[in-house]
């Protein structure tokens, strides 16, 4: 039988391989990761128990929604809303390790994979740092989360950190200047970790605009009357859909539901939100995979006014933190052991181990700088860049490559082909890759379009 194979065995590509045995048992799967079958990825790698996942554990799910919240009762006692995102990766792990030890068919290869080639037009060979592989008649791109982008220039200084994590390696930093770029959930981990572990650090955390994120309490499903599929279809019919169309949808929804307040009021003022908490965020996460398809109807022009004028706003309203640390920030900024810095223009080295940091009428020297903003571009790495080389993908504007919105195929310079990407690579297309529905979805799409019945 003809194989397929997955590049990546993070939380992506195990959901892709779990769905493609289900549907079909007898297919025959490579599996590509250099670390190794652990199914957690980089965002639920094995690290300190501060780093939270930040929606609750009845919301987290793999196989079938409710089998993390399962696995909690029978196996840990805390029970909590927002455990450690370490305890899904081990939830991960083991469910896929199981699971390939009872299935047939199942190779796995602790390779990086540097390129992949088209072989024939239904066929393709994936190159790793130890040998070529294949033919395969399909194969899955579920690379994960890549480093920040180093836009400052920093990597090679001594204690510059590119990468947040694993936070685990930070906790050795004992400082009074510790300079944290970025103010999402990243910087968030580290702020935490590094305050938490030593009593004398100080941090600042460092943005170029906006401020800390608002926090979750525990929110549920909820049903949607405006910003459903069906509505959608029968009032919105065109093929594109403008920015002020979209407001009022949203703000349509906020009204069906109760909640007396604009989208733009929430993403302006976070505090606004504590109108009701828990259903804002119920709302907010029912439209997890409605937003990719309300982006993929927006011109191209008002793509580029969002991503630049609302899209900071929006993801630091829409990706919250947990209750619990949004409690330490706060008593960490009244004890004076954190602060926070906007209007960040520069850093660079200062001496031979320290930074300085400059903004609007702003400067300070300081001893460490972690780059805590997020993830980086798909497109800036090896594989990535090769398959452009070779024609297989091109770059998405917004960020990623281009993949068609309906499956997932990723398009070349002639057209779509039996390529497929999940997650991170597709974020131009799909606006919002980071939340496990919207992962769902595509794991779906792409396995009816590898496996049609």
């Given at each position: 039988m003809e194989k397929v194979a997955i590049i990546g065995c993070g939380y992506s590509g195990s959901i892709v391989l779990h769905r493609l045995k289900n549907r079909n048992p007898n297919i025959s799967i490579d599996l590509f990761d250099p670390a190794g079958m652990s199914g957690h990825g980089l965002a639920y790698q094995p690290d300190i128990s501060s780093n939270l996942i930040n929606r609750p554990s009845s919301l987290m799910w793999l196989n079938e929604p409710g089998d993390f919240s399962r696995w909690l009762c029978e196996n840990h006692t805390e029970g909590n809303t927002n455990p450690p995102r370490a305890l899904f990766g081990e939830f991960i792990k083991l469910t896929l390790e199981r699971f390939v030890a009872q299935s047939t068919n199942i190779q796995f290869h602790a390779e990086t994979v540097t390129n992949i080639n088209k072989l024939s037009p239904k066929h393709y060979l994936v190159t790793t740092s130890k040998k070529i592989h294949g033919p395969y008649r399909a194969v899955v791109l579920a690379t994960g989360n890549p480093e920040p982008r180093d836009v400052y220039k920093l990597s090679g200084k001594t204690n510059y950190y590119n990468s947040a994590y694993p936070t685990l390696r930070l906790l050795d930093i004992r400082s009074r200047h510790i300079g944290v770029i970025g103010n999402q959930l990243s910087a968030i981990d580290t702020t935490i970790a590094l305050l938490d572990e030593y009593p004398d650090n100080r941090v600042t955390v460092l943005s170029r605009r906006s401020k800390l994120p608002?926090?979750?309490?525990?929110?549920?499903?909820c049903e949607l009357n405006v910003l459903n599929k069906d509505h959608l279809a029968n009032h919105f019919d065109s093929t594109k859909i403008s920015l002020s169309a979209i407001r009022q949808l949203f703000d349509a929804e906020l009204i069906s539901q109760g909640v007396d307040i604009s989208l733009m009021e929430l993403m302006t003022d976070h505090t606004k939100v504590d109108i009701d908490r828990k259903k804002i965020y119920s709302i907010l996460s029912a439209t997890n995979t409605v937003v990719p398809h309300l982006w993929s109807r927006i011109p191209d022009r008002e793509k580029r006014i969002l991503s630049k004028r609302y899209a900071p706003h929006w993801r630091q309203f829409r990706v919250p933190i947990p209750k619990e640390s949004r409690h330490k920030i706060d008593i960490f900024m009244r004890k004076g052991r954190l602060r926070a810095q906007s209007g960040i223009v520069n850093i660079q080295p200062y001496g031979s181990q320290k930074f300085r940091v400059q903004g609007d009428g702003y400067e300070e020297i300081f001893t460490h700088i972690i780059n805590a903003t997020g993830i980086g571009d798909s497109i800036d790495t090896p594989l990535y860049r090769n398959m452009v080389k070779h024609g297989l993908c091109r770059p998405n504007e917004h960020?990623?490559?281009?993949?068609?919105?309906?499956?997932?195929?990723?398009?070349?310079?002639?057209?779509?082909?039996?390529?497929?990407a999940i997650g991170t690579p597709t974020i131009g297309d799909f606006f919002a890759t980071s939340n496990i529905d919207v992962l769902q979805m595509q794991a779906e799409i792409i396995t009816k379009k590898i496996m049609p019945r």
């Open positions: 608002n926090y979750s309490d525990n929110y549920e499903p960020g990623g490559i281009k993949v068609c919105i309906d499956d997932c195929r990723i398009i070349g310079t002639d057209s779509c082909h039996d390529l497929f």
